[in-house]
């Protein structure tokens, strides 16, 4: 463990970037779109094969995971494609995220944002997907999103093992003065036709050495020994013995602590501060000035984080007026004028609504969802030091590329001068993209003389600064044709996530951002024939900071378009399952169909069940899954007492299945916890909600049995983290009604009926 | 102010009002213990005192009367307490900041309860998790009653 440990230890502290000397190596085979950072940071004795690959002479295997772990699994599922093809063992492996480089760019992240639905293979989006993918490449964003690590990682990180396997056989053939062709290999060992055996390691100064003339073959998935089975997490024991190092946790020498007091209301500035009193709390040392473009306010600088949050107190902050309306209210009214006025833009649909309703009854309804904020676990922070003009910055991030630039731009300073050290995140969730953190650490750290400083959030500013789940109204009209969906006039009206993004992390081009798709997400690329569609978005603009939030517009559209569903459902007289199946007619729409059927089977659905007792059913494709979940609710005792959830997930691929059921779990939760009771208000322009007692999420008791099972119908890999959640509101909306005959269509349901929380 | 951690005598000198959580993490460096919320709603800082589970956050440490342990004081030595073993088993963590308090929250359970029920989990396991990793922590417990240790 001697390299690997090596490695780490100075991959984290971020002291060998530049340092160590030994022997590096430029060789590796990809596409080669970037140089592969690796070679400058390798110990003596340490080789890189391809940006993901390092084998130590000792026969030390680090793989280079350059996605963030926030609890998904990810590293284990990107060491293991890489395992696969590299001819070692899962025990024989050690990951490291690796640093911030052009090279660990995700494609697949931006694929997916083509304003095409998942399933339309038509030419023009498979180009306008490709078209995207080179986006990425050009932006280099090394982002973790989108549920898309292992599709991004599906080739590269098996090429990356495919790759080194082939150059180690080349230098094994070459010792032993045979063809590479006879030779196999097993536990990181060549292996000859007389039993000889090399290992890895004693191969691996000769094998850097080697360039390919080709690409390697990449196994058929029926050769696979490692994928499609479930691995032991590669971080466990660390994260049951208290030695997962999180941002919060990093500690360095001379390390000063910090906090920050933002503006509560967006985009205001200070209109009075007593820094005398900040200052006259013991520990505090230093009150400085944010002035940045996610946010203005102060950073408090002290001896330690609990000095620093007392001095925050004692600033006593007065702020301006914000831009926008003081209260939800007043922004739900700005919301609904902008439904009255012209849609912003449309997207899919069919048909001719408007006419095919002239003298039909129409049916209509308004649902509403709340701002939501992300509550990771682990409350904002980072730790950054600025010296002779370049900046270390200890950060769990998401995206470590777009931090670099962005810090860069407000000290004056290359990206190639900051160097992003990512450690563990305490729960991601979207939240962990941002550059508010990065900038306001930067900006403290600019003010401290050269030495660390960690800033920690308290939990308050952490609520009240979040970039949230967007606000949205919807207005929905449909009619029907012998109990039959036969037209929907679908409204949204939300801020555009992207324009909001853009803002805080390339404001120059904020105005040029494209329409967001994510307003419509999870409406209109459903898997649904409708005779006559419309699915229109309404835009809106305001300083509130907006941002992705577990399945971003699907998180929206999800509940919305499937309560409504029901709702079509119960007017038409029809089982809800059997209409959706009945619409789902384009053979495209096969996993879908083959995921409700699923789920229905393992809830039993149609079964007699007792009066004040129901089921409710939804489905979502987003990510590229397919997501079916059933809720069934007991209400007899007065309360909503939720009493299973199953669901039926089709990624089409499952390269991990206990990982995928425990992403899958997991979603379910978060959007439960949401549905019953989160949400985000606000009154004098600022956000209402400040920690756990009055913005709570589920615990132990309140969670129900959850039973997940997985299927391969569908033909395009998709994404694990996020597509369990967009169906599960709904789902309990339907549930609410089938048991009580009362509709939910605002959110959370627990400002209209009371859980039972155990 | 003498402190008693995980086994180790240590001397501070803090503002009596500084909560024990950040004596640990920002004086003595002891990780373990997480901040989450800062007024005992998360349990993220939980350690034990006395055997007892306490949120750290909202305990002066001038108030600590007790030995201290924390997470990194609950193995013996090399051997990983039988709740951690259940906790890899199961594949309990995601995000894993929350587990910690989590486990010795778990811990204090089985000491006073060696085989609870689904309601006993229920009832003291008040502990927040985003991760949303509850299914299996409930079965890790279950399945650490019945492990020897």
Redesign the interface.
């Known amino acids: 463990m001697g390299k690997i440990a090596k490695y780490t230890r100075r991959g984290f502290l971020g002291l060998g970037l530049a340092a160590a000397g030994g022997l590096a190596v430029g060789y590796y085979y990809y596409k080669k779109p970037y140089p592969n950072p690796l070679p400058d940071t390798l110990a003596e004795g340490d080789f890189s094969f391809t940006p993901y690959v390092i084998i130590g002479s000792d026969n030390t295997i680090t793989i280079i995971t350059p996605r963030a772990e926030m609890g998904q699994g990810i590293h284990t599922t990107l060491a293991a494609l890489v395992a696969e093809e590299l001819g070692a063992d899962m025990d024989q492996i050690a990951t490291e995220h690796g640093p911030a480089a052009a090279a660990y760019y995700n494609g697949a992240m931006l694929k997916e944002g083509a304003p095409f639905p998942f399933f339309e293979d038509g030419f023009i989006a498979e180009t306008a997907r490709g078209a995207m993918g080179v986006l990425g490449k050009f932006l280099a964003l090394q982002v973790t999103g989108g549920s898309s690590a292992a599709i991004d990682g599906f080739e590269k990180m098996r090429e990356a093992g495919a790759t080194a396997r082939a150059v180690l056989l080349e230098a094994a053939a070459k010792r032993w003065g045979v063809d590479a062709s006879g030779l196999t290999t097993e536990r990181a060992e060549v292996i000859n036709q007389s039993g000889g055996r090399l290992t890895y390691g004693d191969l691996a100064s000769e094998a850097a050495k080697l360039t390919l003339a080709k690409p390697p073959a990449l196994k058929d998935p029926s050769e696979w020994r490692i994928l499609g089975k479930s691995q032991p997490r590669v971080e466990l024991h660390e994260k049951v013995t208290g030695a997962a190092i999180y941002g919060i946790d990093v500690q360095l020498p001379d390390m000063l602590y910090a906090t920050v007091a933002m503006s509560p209301r967006f985009g205001a500035k200070a209109k009075s501060a007593d820094e005398a009193a900040a200052m006259a709390v013991p520990g505090v040392l230093n009150v400085v000035e944010i002035i940045t473009t996610t946010g203005y306010g102060f950073g408090i600088i002290a001896s330690n984080t609990w000095a620093a949050f007392e001095g925050a107190r004692a600033l006593a902050l007065e702020w301006e007026a914000a831009d926008y309306p003081a209260d939800t209210t007043g922004l739900k009214a700005l919301w609904n004028e902008a439904l009255d006025k012209e849609a912003s833009f449309t997207l899919g649909g069919e048909g001719d609504p408007e006419e095919a309703m002239l003298g039909a009854e129409v049916i209509e309804a308004n649902y509403s969802l709340p701002y939501l904020a992300h509550t990771t676990m682990e409350p904002m922070n980072a730790t950054a030091q600025f010296k002779d003009g370049k900046l270390d910055l200890w950060l769990g991030t998401q995206a470590p590329g777009i931090a670099a630039m962005a810090t860069a731009k407000l000290l004056g300073i290359e990206p190639e001068d900051v160097n992003v050290i990512t450690t563990r995140l305490g729960g991601g969730f979207g939240r962990r993209t941002e550059v508010d953190v990065p900038l306001y650490t930067a900006a403290i750290a600019a003010q401290t003389g050269g030495k660390p400083v960690k800033v920690t959030w308290s939990r308050e500013e952490d609520i009240r600064h979040d970039t949230y789940r967007p606000m949205a109204e919807a207005r929905l009209k449909a009619t029907l044709k012998d109990g039959m969906p036969e037209a929907l006039d679908y409204r949204v009206a939300a801020p555009s996530i992207n324009k909001s993004v853009m803002r805080r992390s390339f404001p120059e081009f904020a105005e040029r951002s494209n329409p967001d798709r994510s307003i419509l997400d999870g409406s209109f690329d459903q898997p649904f024939s409708w005779p006559h569609s419309r699915f229109a978005a309404h835009q809106i603009d305001t300083d509130i900071p907006v941002g992705f939030w577990r399945s971003v517009g699907n998180s929206i559209n999800g509940f919305v378009h499937e309560s409504f569903l029901d709702e079509l459902a119960a007017a038409g007289g029809q089982d809800p399952l059997a209409m959706r199946l009945s619409m789902m007619k384009d053979e495209r729409h096969a996993p879908a169909r083959e995921a409700l059927k699923a789920v229905a089977a393992m809830a039993n659905w149609g079964q007699a069940l007792p009066e004040g007792v129901g089921q409710g059913i939804a489905h979502t494709l987003s990510f590229g899954t397919w997501v079916a979940e059933v809720v069934q609710v007991d209400m007899r005792g007065g309360a909503v007492k939720v009493e299973k959830i199953w669901a039926v997930a089709d990624p089409g691929m499952v390269l991990d299945p206990a990982n995928f059921e425990a992403q899958i779990t997991s979603a379910i939760i978060y959007g439960l916890s949401a549905a019953i009771g989160q949400e985000i208000t606000f009154d004098d322009g600022r956000v209402m909600q400040e920690n756990f007692y009055d913005y709570d999420a589920l615990r132990m008791a309140g969670v129900p049995p959850i039973e997940v099972a997985l299927l391969e119908n569908s033909p395009r890999m998709g994404g694990a983290g996020e597509p369990g959640t967009p169906p599960l509101a709904a789902a309990l909306g339907n549930a609410i009604f089938a048991a009580s005959g009362q509709r939910l269509r605002a959110l959370p349901f627990g400002n209209e009926v009371e859980f039972d929380l155990g | 102010m003498e402190l008693q951690v995980n086994g180790e005598r240590h001397l501070v000198e803090v503002?009596a009002d500084?909560?024990l959580l950040?004596v640990l993490?920002?004086?003595l460096?002891i990780?373990?213990p997480?901040?989450?919320?800062?007024?005992g709603?998360?349990g993220?800082c939980t350690v034990l005192i006395n055997g007892v589970p306490t949120r750290t956050c909202v305990t002066a440490a001038a108030d600590v009367d007790g030995e201290i342990t924390?997470?990194?004081g609950?193995?013996d030595g090399e051997r990983?307490h039988k709740v951690?073993e259940a906790?890899?088993k199961h594949?309990?963590?995601?995000?894993?900041?929350?587990?910690?308090g989590q486990?010795l929250a778990a811990v204090a359970l089985l000491e006073e309860v060696p085989q609870p029920t689904d309601a006993d989990?229920?009832?003291v396991?008040?502990?927040?998790?985003?991760?949303?990793?509850?299914?299996?922590?409930?079965a890790a417990i279950h399945e650490a009653a019945g492990m020897e240790g």
Do not use: H
């Not at chain 2, 997480?34 to 007024?39: A, D, E, N, S, T």
């Not at chain 2, 309990?92 to 929350?98: D, K, L, T």
């Open positions: 503002p500084m909560p950040w993490r920002d004086m460096d990780k373990g997480k901040f989450g919320c800062g007024v709603a998360c993220a924390t997470i990194e609950l193995p990983l951690q906790w890899i594949e309990v963590p995601q995000c894993g900041y929350c587990q910690s486990i989990i229920d009832a396991m008040t502990n927040l998790c985003r991760c949303g990793t509850y299914p299996r922590l409930r």
